[in-house]
């Protein structure tokens, strides 16, 4: 009896030390998604800017800088992507058609794990006529002081 018990306790035994070891997997550790930051949006969030100009923002190097996206209004961004080692610095120029819009700017990328990371900002876009209005009465002022 005291055979068939200490034979019973050690099976028991072995059957837990043997989980517990295939249960460590030091060669196959799963690093997990480690996502891609957005930084240094320029104009700020909730800033102003002029219909065509330059947006910027930066994405954390370990994203791969073929799949940095933007759009703004569900117009695609054409992206000047350059490579900082540590980082990616992005620009953009808006598009023509958004003036005295807001807009957000919708950005994603993904790392080499192919791990999604989506950010954006919202910016807004000053009225064409009003930015050619102000040009106009600076000229005019201009040439009304030479013509005098």
Not at 21 to 41: E, T
Not at 81 to 95: N, T
Not at 114 to 133: F, P, T, V, Y
Request: net charge neutral.
């Amino acid at each position: 009896m005291m055979k068939k018990t200490l034979i019973s306790v050690s099976l028991m035994a072995s059957i837990g030390f043997a989980g517990s070891v295939f249960a460590y997997n030091a060669g196959n550790v799963d690093m997990g998604c480690k996502k891609p930051r957005f930084k240094s949006f320029t104009p700020p969030h909730k800033g102003e800017a002029d219909p065509e100009s330059e947006i910027s923002f930066t994405v954390s190097g370990y994203a791969d800088g073929t799949t940095i996206k933007a759009v703004a209004k569900n117009i695609p961004l054409e992206l000047n992507i350059i490579d900082r080692d540590s980082f990616y610095q992005v620009s953009a120029r808006l598009p023509a058609a958004l003036t005295g819009k807001y807009a957000r700017i919708h950005v994603r990328a993904n790392n080499t794990v192919e791990c999604q990371a989506k950010g954006g900002w919202l910016i807004k876009i000053r009225d064409k006529a009003a930015g050619s209005e102000e040009s106009t009465t600076e000229a005019t002022e201009e040439n009304s002081e030479l013509a005098q």
